[in-house]
């Protein structure tokens, strides 16, 4: 045989063999496809030891009361004097009556259907009876109609026939008053004791940007209210009339309806049942819910701040100053808040004339009583599962809580069976979850998982695993809610390199634990010791571990830094009981998308969890289509980079900006969205624009404007993310500012400042390489870090672009030393840990804080000379200052270090009734407060904040209340240093 035949032949075989061989991996392929499984088959799992809560019990629970009775969304409850009714009105029109002192009811009656009488109709938000019903039938009905319409929301009076059951003549209604209608429209009716209706307003605006009308502060519209008006006497022009005792009857500009102003969203009132006293829950907007005791002409502060937060400083305030609020809840326990009634029912003495509210978005239920002017005693009653959208009380006093979501009544009860755990587990390896907890190997039947996009947190890395009880699976709805079954565990263990680049040197911080107990997810962590060998449960308050990181980089070889782990209330900021699907954040398709490593095993991770029914196999089978439901590594530069920007912004930003997170702007960042549907494009900020010309969300192929990179790139407040991290994630802001550069701008949109800048540096960065003259490349930085935007294009240069050393160093010095604090949160990541300014802030570790030696010489100039501090100016020691507040030149002698700090921090927690602050109404509607010097028959005498003295003729004053409130502000140590802080406290101890 030839040369040329063997080769012909040779050829001809391999081509077989090569044919043969691909068709028996395709074989093998499906075969694996068909039948292996990374895990074959579900290991039982003996259920965690996490049960129950190591936290003491809540006094109460609630119950469900009226078992039998559904209603559709419920939004307003009233009786009618006379009956023993309740009567229900739904969100969309219909209200529905029954009588309650039968708790075995059934069925309820129809009342109306407004919807029939007005289609217009989207909301009936509230609904009151005349307290002479029995003479004259009226019934008063608040409802809304589509947003934005000038008369939109509406009062009406009707009549009700004379049945039994009660039905209301639809054809009988009279529309007394009307406002605009939109997101906040307040609408609760409530009559007063002395006979007039009491309407609340909202601002008329979405829940964010806030008050996009101006309409807190401003007096000459009915919204943001609360309004009196006299519906037995109708005026000239109106079928209503002015009481003449009303606040602004008279006054130019306001309009006469209003009773008191300054309300973001007024959601649900109530007059006290003997003293008369009216109270409103009123809606936060970003960081409080509100609870007022409402005085006559009382300003209550939105728009230009929230609580004590300022929202818009600038706006012109009303014609009274603004007041505090009575009780004011941070939103790490509360979001949404509904106020409630006073309990006078003998059921549970012990909550006589107690004052119950809640919250929507937690479920919380609290407690207060208010005598002498003053808040007395307040608690949390119960944690509950509702979503508290109105309250209901009886002709007994008996309080009822309605829930929209389940649409029925509950009630208050001692609780039953606690859910405190005095054996809940204080050690991880006590927990049940690990075989060796020294060595990280978690027991049988608890699942290891990974996923596509995991959050930055600052360097650290994470392990996860997933445990169900046995022969239980997660139930899938509509392909989107994944229910947990009870006593689902997840696990988080926490790791970080102490050698960054060294996988060798990880060090376990913390194991976190989420345990759903059937109603609610529940969020622990155990801090691990030293030796790595267990980890200890973390109390409720939460926990810090100091940490010394070698970074490998010249400036900087070891930093010092601070792992905060959370306290359990802020663990619930994320992980809300609000849409149980969102609860969980990480254990969800887009992100379990994936391989996965089982052993010495890679497979498809939706695979083998639906193989071992951890998953319902239609999740597996659905991710395989054409619209997979996955996430990437967004540091994965082989992926789209759209998908990894998308992919970032789900996984770090996502849990806070949706609806209902708690973030507060009213943007949308999950990665499935369109990219319309994020409203962030072209968007302008609602919570500044940190100097940043024309400044938008995202400014679409301007990343100079956008203030989310903004955010992202800084240190200081306003930072981004908000919380789980404290260090600039470089990669990251590479990545959303090359996206953010990549999409098509906005037609019409202006980008000249920009342009000019970015020209402007880039001749810098050529004069640079061929200049040598420092003093004119200084000049020219100086020049681009005039605006904020000019910052960020600098810090381009020092992260992107190959630069000198020297260069390097000039850019830093200029942007850390920066006069603007805009410009030095870009520049401060570069400091070396010891010359970053350390604030304390306002979370203050008193403990350590106290054991800092300070210097009473640096105190006394802090105390007399520091403008931010302004001390003398309401204290005198030695006769030097003011006597605003107390004499301070003995008070080393009657309080210690702690008990001084503690004044400090909490200045109205423990406060002499001498310097309660005194709030006087005046018959003009001007509200004056102060210390209270003087008050007799001939005269009230005030000394203010600004030490003046104010008299005031008895005569003039409408009410005086004393309120248990220091004039001294809240979180006075926030800006200064722990170093300045001990020197004042020294200076403090040694007046003795």
Same mark, same amino acid.
């Given at each position: ?5 063997n080769k012909n032949?040779?050829d001809?075989w391999?081509l ?8 028996v991996i395709?074989?093998?392929a499906?075969h694996?496809?068909d039948s292996?499984f ?9 259920t965690s030891r996490?049960k129950?809560?190591p936290?003491p019990?809540?006094p ?13 969304q419920?939004?307003?409850i009233?009786?009618a004097?006379?009956?023993k009714?309740?009567f ?5 029109g219909k209200?529905f ?5 039968d708790?075995?009811r059934?069925?309820a009656?129809?009342f109306?259907?407004?919807?029939l009488?007005?289609p217009?109709?989207n ?5 009151t009876?005349?307290?002479r ?17 000038p008369?939109g929301?509406?009062?009406s009076?009707?009549k009700v ?12 209604e009279?529309i007394?008053?009307?406002w605009?209608?939109?997101?906040h429209?307040g ?8 006979g ?5 307003t909202?601002?008329?605006?979405p829940?964010?940007?806030p008050?996009?009308h101006n309409?807190?502060?401003d007096?000459?519209?009915l919204?943001?209210c609360i309004?009196r ?6 005026g000239?022009?109106k079928p ?8 602004f009857?008279n006054?130019q500009? %306001?309009r006469?309806?209003i009773?008191? +102003?300054?309300f973001?969203? !007024?959601? @649900?009132?109530c007059? #006290?049942p003997e ?5 409103v829950?009123d809606v936060?907007?970003?960081?409080w ?6 005085e ?5 502060g939105w ?6 937060q ?6 012109k305030?009303?014609?009274?100053p603004?007041l505090?609020p ?5 939103h790490r326990e509360a979001r949404?808040?509904t106020?409630g009634?006073?309990y006078?029912s003998?059921?549970?003495?012990e909550l ?5 509210y ?5 479920g ?6 208010y005598?002498d002017k ?9 944690n509950?599962?509702l979503?508290v959208t ?6 007994t006093?008996e309080v009822?809580? %309605?829930?929209i979501e389940?649409g029925? +009544?509950?009630?208050?009860v !001692?609780? @039953?069976?606690?859910? #405190?755990n ?10 049940g ?13 608890v ?8 959050a930055?947190a600052?360097?650290a ?13 997660i139930d899938?709805?509509?392909k ?10 997840l696990v988080?263990?926490?790791?970080i ?8 040197s990880?060090y376990?911080?913390?194991?976190q634990?989420m ?6 997810w529940?969020?622990?962590s155990?801090?691990w010791?030293e030796?790595q060998?267990d980890?200890?449960l973390?109390p409720?308050?939460g926990?810090?571990?100091?940490l010394a990181?070698?970074t490998?980089?010249p400036a900087?070889k070891?930093i010092?830094?601070?792992w905060?782990i959370?306290s359990r209330?802020?663990c619930?900021?994320c992980?809300?009981p609000?849409?149980?699907?969102l609860?969980?954040l990480?254990?969800?398709e ?22 071992i029914k ?14 997979a439901n996955?996430l ?12 990894r920007?998308r992919s970032y912004?789900?996984t770090?930003?996502?849990h806070c900006?949706r609806?209902n997170?708690g973030?507060g702007?009213t943007i ?10 994020m409203k ?9 624009t ?6 938008q ?7 100079y404007?956008?203030v989310?990179l ?8 306003g930072?981004m993310?908000y ?5 600039v ?11 953010i ?5 906005i ?5 000249f400042e ?10 810098l960065?050529?004069?640079a390489?061929?200049i040598?003259?420092?003093?004119f ?10 605006t ?5 294009m600098?810090?381009r ?7 000198s ?5 000039l ?14 949160d ?8 010891e010359?970053?300014?350390k ?7 008193s403990?350590?804080?106290v054991s ?9 100039k802090?105390?007399?000379?520091m403008?931010g ?5 309401c204290h005198?020691?030695h ?10 030149t ?5 309080l210690s270090?702690?008990e ?7 200045p ?10 005194c709030v006087?109404?005046?018959?003009s ?11 007799d ?5 005030l ?6 003295v104010?008299?005031?003729?008895p005569t ?9 409130k220091?004039i001294?502000p ?7 240093t722990?170093?300045?802080a001990a ?9 003795k």
């Amino acid at each position: 045989m030839s040369a040329p035949e063997n080769k012909n032949r040779l050829d001809v075989w391999f081509l077989f063999s090569a044919v043969l061989a691909c068709f028996v991996i395709q074989v093998t392929a499906i075969h694996a496809e068909d039948s292996r499984f990374g895990l074959e088959k579900r290991v039982p799992w003996t259920t965690s030891r996490v049960k129950g809560t190591p936290d003491p019990a809540l006094p109460y629970e609630t119950e469900r009361a009226f078992p039998q009775l559904k209603f559709n969304q419920p939004l307003a409850i009233a009786t009618a004097p006379g009956e023993k009714r309740f009567f229900v009105a739904e969100r969309k029109g219909k209200i529905f009556s029954f009588h309650y002192e039968d708790q075995q009811r059934s069925e309820a009656d129809l009342f109306l259907d407004l919807k029939l009488k007005e289609p217009g109709l989207n909301e009936i938000y509230g609904i009151t009876f005349h307290p002479r019903f029995a003479e004259n039938r009226y019934v008063y009905i608040c409802y809304v109609l589509k947003p934005e319409l000038p008369e939109g929301t509406r009062v009406s009076r009707f009549k009700v026939l004379d049945t039994d059951p009660p039905r209301c003549d639809p054809d009988s209604e009279e529309i007394l008053i009307d406002w605009l209608s939109g997101g906040h429209n307040g609408g609760c009716l409530r009559f007063g004791p002395d006979g007039y209706l009491y309407i609340s307003t909202g601002d008329g605006g979405p829940a964010s940007p806030p008050d996009i009308h101006n309409a807190g502060q401003d007096v000459s519209n009915l919204l943001s209210c609360i309004l009196r008006i006299d519906v037995d006497h109708a005026g000239k022009e109106k079928p209503y009339s002015i009481p003449a005792d009303n606040p602004f009857v008279n006054q130019q500009n %306001v309009r006469p309806e209003i009773w008191a +102003f300054g309300f973001r969203n !007024p959601w @649900k009132m109530c007059f #006290h049942p003997e003293n008369g006293d009216l109270w409103v829950g009123d809606v936060g907007w970003e960081l409080w819910e509100l609870v007022y005791r409402v005085e006559k002409g009382g300003n209550y502060g939105w728009s230009i701040r929230e609580g004590m937060q300022p929202v818009k400083p600038g706006l012109k305030p009303g014609p009274t100053p603004i007041l505090p609020p009575t009780v004011a809840h941070s939103h790490r326990e509360a979001r949404s808040i509904t106020g409630g009634y006073f309990y006078q029912s003998p059921r549970l003495k012990e909550l006589n004339d107690t004052y119950i509210y809640g919250d929507y978005s937690t479920g919380k239920l609290w407690g207060l009583r208010y005598s002498d002017k003053r808040v007395n005693w307040h608690e949390e009653l119960a944690n509950s599962t509702l979503k508290v959208t109105a309250f209901a009380v009886d002709d007994t006093g008996e309080v009822y809580i %309605v829930d929209i979501e389940g649409g029925g +009544f509950h009630r208050l009860v !001692p609780i @039953k069976e606690s859910e #405190h755990n005095p054996e809940f587990p204080t050690l991880l390896s006590q927990t049940g979850l690990f075989q060796d907890t020294a060595k990280h190997e978690v027991a049988p039947g608890v699942i290891p998982y990974s996923i596509n996009a995991p959050a930055w947190a600052d360097y650290a890395t994470a392990e996860r695993f997933v445990a169900l009880p046995d022969e239980t699976t997660i139930d899938v709805v509509k392909k989107k809610i994944w229910n947990f079954p009870k006593d689902s565990v997840l696990v988080k263990t926490i790791s970080i390199e102490t050698e960054r680049g060294n996988p060798a040197s990880a060090y376990r911080l913390e194991t976190q634990l989420m345990h759903f107990n059937g109603a609610r997810w529940l969020g622990y962590s155990y801090r691990w010791n030293e030796d790595q060998t267990d980890a200890t449960l973390v109390p409720a308050s939460g926990d810090q571990i100091k940490l010394a990181i070698a970074t490998g980089e010249p400036a900087e070889k070891t930093i010092s830094y601070e792992w905060p782990i959370p306290s359990r209330a802020e663990c619930a900021v994320c992980h809300t009981p609000y849409q149980n699907y969102l609860s969980i954040l990480s254990f969800e398709e887009p992100q379990l998308n994936r391989s996965q490593k089982y052993g010495a095993t890679v497979d498809h991770q939706l695979r083998s969890l639906a193989h071992i029914k951890v998953l319902p196999e239609s999740v597996w089978t659905d991710s395989k289509g054409a619209n997979a439901n996955y996430l990437v590594d967004p540091y994965d530069t082989g992926e789209a980079l759209n998908s990894r920007a998308r992919s970032y912004l789900h996984t770090n930003c996502r849990h806070c900006h949706r609806s209902n997170g708690g973030g507060g702007a009213t943007i949308e960042l999950g990665a499935t969205l369109d990219i319309d549907a994020m409203k962030v494009m072209g968007v302008k900020p609602t919570q500044g624009t940190f100097g940043i010309h024309d400044a938008q969300v995202i400014a679409p192929s301007d990343p100079y404007r956008s203030v989310l990179l903004y955010r992202m790139s800084k240190l200081g407040k306003g930072r981004m993310p908000y919380s789980g991290s404290s260090c600039v994630d470089t990669r990251g802001t590479r990545l959303v500012r090359d996206w953010i550069e990549s999409l098509p701008g906005i037609s019409g949109d202006s980008t000249f400042e920009v342009s000019r800048l970015r020209n402007r540096q880039g001749q810098l960065l050529s004069d640079a390489v061929q200049i040598e003259d420092q003093e004119f490349v200084s000049q020219k930085i100086q020049e681009v870090l005039g605006t904020t935007s000019g910052g960020l294009m600098i810090l381009r240069s020092l992260d992107d672009t190959p630069i000198s050393d020297q260069m390097r160093r000039l850019m830093i010095q200029l942007g850390t030393e920066h006069p603007s604090a805009q410009i030095r949160d870009l520049f401060e990541r570069f400091l070396p840990e010891e010359q970053r300014v350390k604030r304390l802030g306002v979370k203050i570790d008193s403990a350590a804080l106290v054991s800092i030696p300070g210097d009473s010489r640096e105190g006394k100039k802090l105390f007399f000379e520091m403008a931010g501090l302004q001390c003398r100016n309401c204290h005198r020691v030695h006769q030097h200052g003011k006597e605003l507040g107390p004499d301070l030149t003995q008070i080393g002698k009657k309080l210690s270090r702690q008990e001084l700090l503690e004044n400090i921090i909490e200045p109205s927690r423990k406060i002499d009734e001498k310097y309660f602050t005194c709030v006087v109404v005046l018959r003009s509607g001007k509200v004056i407060s102060g210390l209270l010097l003087k008050k007799d028959e001939t005269v009230v005498r005030l000394k203010d904040a600004k030490n003046e003295v104010q008299e005031i003729a008895p005569t003039e004053i409408e009410s005086l209340t004393m309120q248990k409130k220091s004039i001294m502000p809240d979180q006075l140590l926030r800006d200064l240093t722990a170093e300045q802080a001990a020197h004042l406290l020294a200076y403090l101890e040694s007046l003795k």
